[in-house]
């Protein structure tokens, strides 16, 4: 994603979402390599820069500690983020929805294709046992 991000190749904002956990790690990383960091801070002055246990959140990338499963949760973070629904937004999920019920998968996917006015789903999940081999599948809603 950095390298991208200096070729100016990425969409207006990237917003990744893990367990909170997960972030926490990621976030400790983030805030002691400063080739991870630098990044980040050269687009933002301080004050413009949110950073807790939980989120990081600045003006071209937003990392969240939520729950996919828990989708009142998981809105209201975004919106904290400025996720803004009207833009084309491309969802891509990796393998997740493989440890969700069908419920639950079913619930994410319902609330992707309601929350956003244009976007595109990818589904990448582990298939055969082996890490090597995915498939993917991807669905798309709107202009």
């Not at 937004?89 to 992707?112: C, D, F, G, H």
Request: aromatic share 8%; net charge negative; with cysteine.
């Amino acid at each position: 994603m950095w390298q991208s991000w200096d070729e100016d190749l990425l969409p207006s904002k990237y917003f990744e979402v893990d367990f909170p956990m997960i972030v926490t790690r990621k976030l400790h990383s983030i805030k002691h390599k400063p080739f991870l960091l630098q990044p980040i801070i050269e687009l933002h002055s301080e004050d413009t820069l949110q950073i807790d246990g939980h989120l990081l959140d600045s003006k071209r990338y937003a990392i969240i500690g939520a729950d996919l499963r828990d989708l009142p949760e998981l809105e209201e973070k975004l919106k904290k983020c400025n996720m803004n629904p009207q833009l084309p937004t491309l969802l891509i999920t990796e393998r997740v929805l493989v440890y969700m019920t069908p419920e639950q998968s079913a619930n994410l996917l319902k609330w992707a294709a309601n929350s956003f006015e244009t976007a595109v789903f990818i589904n990448h999940e582990q298939v055969k046992g082996s890490s090597k081999t995915f498939a993917c599948c991807m669905r798309s809603r709107g202009g």
